[in-house]
């Protein structure tokens, strides 16, 4: 075997070897990628079961329910909000501390085929002011907050508006 052809053979497997590992990568990202999806969104465009998604947006007020599982875990079903439209979620295990009706939350879990959202993570927002950005781009497309009105309507009455009622601005100080 020539130089040359040896050096080409040598350059071939490089290439092989390093396309290889890029499609390796790729698709390891692919399997961790986890996108945001509002209440509206999976209405709209349901993910499939096999797909895990972060569900967002506000507690539904009167919908939590805590009960313990077949195993004696804790387990509690409520509803997540982003006004229009709410998705029912199950979640087994202990929820955290700052978790309450007329909250933010982002869950992480799979929607499963009869449309109930079965969480493996539970996050709540972390003070009274803060609310997850994906929660507010989420109030923002469905037409209940447009920031140049003014602040963002107050959590607890996410589920109970109407996208007219949240696009005037807010009376009194």
């Known amino acids: 075997m020539s130089r040359k052809r040896r050096r ?20 390891a990202f692919s399997d961790n990628l986890v996108f945001f999806r509002s209440p509206s969104d999976v209405v709209a465009q349901s993910p499939g079961p096999e797909r895990a998604f972060r569900l967002g947006g506000l507690v539904e007020n009167g919908s939590v329910v805590r009960d313990n599982a077949p195993d004696g875990r804790p387990e509690a079903r409520f509803r997540v909000t982003d006004g229009p439209h709410a998705v029912p979620v199950t979640f087994v295990g202990v929820l955290p501390d700052l978790f309450r009706e007329g909250q933010g939350v982002v869950t992480l879990g799979k929607l499963g085929p009869d449309g109930v959202f079965r969480a493996s993570e539970v996050l709540a927002k972390h003070d009274e002011s803060y609310m997850p950005p994906e929660v507010a781009d989420a109030l923002k497309r469905s037409g209940h907050w447009q920031p140049e009105t003014g602040a963002p309507p107050p959590p607890a009455s996410w589920n109970t508006l109407s996208p007219q009622a949240s696009a005037t601005p807010p009376s009194g100080g």
Do not use: I
């Open 8 to 27: 080409m053979w040598v350059l071939g497997l490089c290439a092989l070897g390093l396309g290889s590992a890029a499609a390796l990568t790729l698709t």
